[in-house]
C-alpha cells in the first residue's frame, strides 16, 4: 500500500474535514499508525535536538503542533473499534495498546523534552506577552509529565514503561473480552409469550435481534452495559427477569476465554506497582492528584457522606416493594415492582409513556429544540455525508448567525460491533494553532432496532441518556481554544460530565417536554396530570439509583486505594467485592452495584479507573447549576450565552473551578444535589 492510496494520511477534504469512512478500510489502520508514531517521534526529536535556549514557542507550540497524523488515525479507529469494531480492529486494539503505551511514554518520559518543558516554567515570569491560556498550557505540560515519572531515573523509567504496556495491553483485552461474553449471553426466548408485557416495538426489536443471528422465529434480549436492563421494568414473568439477570451479571465471571476476573486482579497489582513507583500511596492517589478532587481521601470524605443515607433510603423502598408485590422482590425485580409502586403512590406508569418517547421527535423537537432554544443552534442533516456505519446520521451544526459551528454524527442502535453503554466521541477537534475552526462529534446509544417501519419508542431512561450524551456533543462542539491540547471536552476527568449533566434538565422543562412528548399515533401531548405527577415522583427510588451508583463508584475506589501488597493479596474477585461493599453498608442483595468488577467497563478499560467517582462529582456543580438556571429565568438565549461563552466554551483553557465560579459568582453548594436524591435528613 502506498501513502497515496492510505485515505488516513492526509487531512481529509470533506466538508468539516468529515473523515472518509467509505475509503477507509481495516488494512489502512496498521500502516498510518506506523506512520504516525514514526512523524511524532521525529517532530519530538526536533525539538529536543534545537540547540537554541527553551521557549514557549520552540517547546510548547512546537510540542502542541506534533502527532496530528497519529491524532487522526487514533480518533477515527477507536471510534471504529468501540462502535463497529470486527475481528481485524480487536485484534489490533489489543495489539496496539501496549505500542501506544510505549509511544506515549517516549515522549513523557523524554528528560529532555521535560527539561525544556521545565525551563520554559522556570522563566514563564518573564514572558510577559504569554496571555492566560498559553500559561495554562505550560503549567499542564509540567504537570502531566511530573506525574507520567518524567523526573525519574533510567532504571524506573524503564520498568514504569513495562508497567504502561502491560497495563494498557490488558485493558483492552478487558474490553474486546466484555463485548465478547455479553454477545454470547443475549438471552433466547422461543415464544413472545414469554417475553409478556413487552410492548410492540420492544417484541419486534428483540426478533429483529435474533433475526440478525440467524434465530428466525426466536426473541433475542441483548445485554446493555449496567447490571439491569430497562426491560425488567415491562416483564410479567419472574422467570424471564431472573434469567435477564443472571445472564448480565455473569458477564466476564465464567470460566473460559472471556473470563475477566484473572485482568482484573493483575490491572489492580499493576496500577498499584506503578502509582509506589511514582511516589503515590495508590493508584486512587495518583489520579486524582491530577484532578478537580486533588486526592482519593477527598473522594472517600464525599462519597463518605453519601452512603448511610443512600442506603438507608434504599432498604426503606425495598419495604415497599415487598409490601406490595406480598413476595420477596430480588435485585431481577427491582425495576418491576417499582413501577407498581409508583403508579400506586403516583400515578406515573413510566413503562407506559413510550409511546410519547418516539425518538426522531425526541430527537428533533427535544433534543435539538432546547439547544435552539438557549443556544441559537440550528440542525440540517447532510444524507450526502457517510458515516462509519449505515445507521450513523450526519448532521450540521450551525449558529444562530448561520456560521458554522460543526457536525454532529447520531448513532442510535445497538449492534453485535457495538459495545455497551452510551458514549461520545471527537472525531475532529477545533484548534486555532492547528488551522481547524470546527469540530466533529460523535453520540453513541445503544437503542435495540425495532424492525424496518416500526417506530422506535424510547424509555424514559433512554430519553434521559440522550439529553445527557448530546450535553456532551455541545461541550465539543462549543469548547473553543487555541491550542489542542484544550480543546472540546479535554478537561479534567471529574469535570467532563458536568455539562452533560446539566443538559439533562431540559428533558422535563415544560417548554421542551410540550414540545417533543406527543403520541406517536395519536400526536396528543403527555397530558399535564401525568407530568405533574412525575415531577411530583423526582426523588422516587432515589435509594435504589443513589445506592447501585455509590456501589460502582466505591468500589472502584476499593479496587484502587490498595497498595501492592494489598493487591497481591486479593486472590478472588468476588470475595473482595462482597467485602467492600460491606465495609460502606452498601452490601444489599436487592440493589447490586450499577457494574460489577468483572463487566465494569468504565474501570478496567474506559479510563475512569479510580475516577467513577466523577459523576457524583460533577453532579453536586450540575444540581448548583439547575438552581441558578430556575432562579434566571430558565430556558433563555440570555442564560444559554453566559453558560457558553464562561463554561462549555472555554474548554480546557483554563482551571475548571476557576471557570465554574465565574459563571456562578460562587463556589458549588453540596445541599441541592441532597435534595435531588432525597438524602436530607
Known sequence: MTDASNPLLTASTLDYRLPPFAQITDEHYRPAFDAGFAEQLAEIEAITSNPDEPTFENTLVA???????????????FNKSSADSTDATNALDEELAPELAAHEDAIKLNSALYERIRAVRDGLDARTDLDAEARYLVERYYTDFTLAGAGLDDEAKAELSKLNQRISGLQAKFEKQLLADTNELAVVFDDAAELEGLGDGELSAAAEAAKERGLEGKYLVTLVLPTGHPWLASLT???????IMTASRSRGARDGANDNRPLILELVRLRARRAQLLGFASHADFVTAAQTAGSAANVAEMLGKLAPAAARNAR?????LEATAGAPVAAADWDFWTEKVRVAEYDVDTTALRPYFEAERVLHDGVFFAANKLYGLSFTERPDLVGYHPDVRVFEVFNEDGSKLGLFLYDLYTRDSKRGGAWMNSLVDQSELLGEPTTVVVNNHNVPKPAPGEPTLLTFDEVHTLFHEFGHALHGLFGHAV??????TSVHRDFVEFPSQVNEMWMLWPEVLANYAKHYQTGEPIPQDVVDRITASE???EGFATSEYLGAALLDQAW??????????VIDVASFEASALAGVGLDFAPVPPRYQSTYFAHTFSGGYDAQYYSYIWSEVLDADTVEWFKENGGLTRENGDRFRARLLG???TKDPIEAYVDFRGRPAELEPLLKRRGLLD
Do not use: C, I, W
Request: aromatic share 10%.
Open 63 to 77: 510540542l502542541e503542533r506534533s502527532g496530528q497524523t497519529l491524532r487522526r488515525v487514533a480518533y477515527v479507529f
Open 237 to 243: 414473568r419472574p422467570e424471564v427477569r431472573d434469567r
Open 316 to 320: 426503606r423502598e425495598h419495604e415497599a
Open 483 to 488: 491550542y489542542p491540547r484544550f480543546a472540546g
Open 539 to 541: 426523588t422516587f427510588n
Open 560 to 569: 484502587h486505594v490498595l497498595t501492592p501488597e494489598q493487591a497481591d493479596a
Open 650 to 652: 472555554v474548554g480546557g
